[in-house]
């Protein structure tokens, strides 16, 4: 089962609907927080993690969920769909750290979404 630490729910819809100000920079500043303790969450309760890759560089927040997924010792299948360069050097894929904690969790990175099934499998 898929989960999305972003999925649509109504406190967010209502905190994006709300004007520009102070009081809407402070509803986000407390969801905020509830966001990323969810993704915590379902980091730790997952059996293996799935990160898109794509970008001119790996997005942070997605840089830094892989960082927490390796140190709580979970696998790690990234997405590299982006034709756009974005290695270190021309031995890797990414940039090289993250690409270090992905495949040193026993994941791997695919190019095709159509590899996802067998590389999830093969973490199991």
């Given at each position: 089962?898929?989960?999305?630490?972003?999925?649509?729910?109504?406190?967010?819809?209502?905190?994006?609907?709300?004007?520009?100000?102070?009081?809407?920079?402070?509803?986000?500043?407390?969801?905020?927080?509830?966001?990323?303790?969810?993704?915590?969450?379902?980091?730790?309760?997952?059996?293996?993690?799935?990160?898109?890759?794509?970008?001119?560089?790996?997005?942070?927040?997605?840089a830094?969920?892989?960082?927490?997924?390796?140190?709580?010792?979970?696998?790690?299948?990234?997405?590299?769909?982006?034709?756009?360069?974005?290695?270190?050097?021309?031995?890797?894929?990414?940039?090289l750290?993250?690409?270090?904690?992905?495949?040193?969790?026993?994941g791997?990175?695919?190019?095709?979404?159509?590899?996802?099934?067998?590389?999830?499998?093969?973490?199991?």
């Open positions: 089962m898929l989960h999305d630490p972003w999925e649509e729910d109504e406190e967010i819809a209502r905190i994006a609907a709300m004007p520009y100000g102070a009081q809407k920079r402070a509803a986000w500043q407390a969801a905020n927080l509830k966001i990323g303790r969810k993704n915590q969450d379902l980091i730790d309760g997952c059996d293996v993690v799935f990160a898109v890759l794509d970008g001119v560089d790996v997005d942070s927040g997605t830094a969920e892989i960082g927490y997924a390796f140190a709580r010792q979970k696998p790690i299948v990234g997405y590299r769909g982006d034709f756009r360069l974005s290695a270190d050097n021309e031995g890797g894929i990414v940039n750290q993250v690409e270090y904690f992905i495949r040193a969790s026993g791997t990175i695919i190019r095709e979404l159509s590899e996802l099934d067998r590389a999830i499998a093969a973490c199991a």
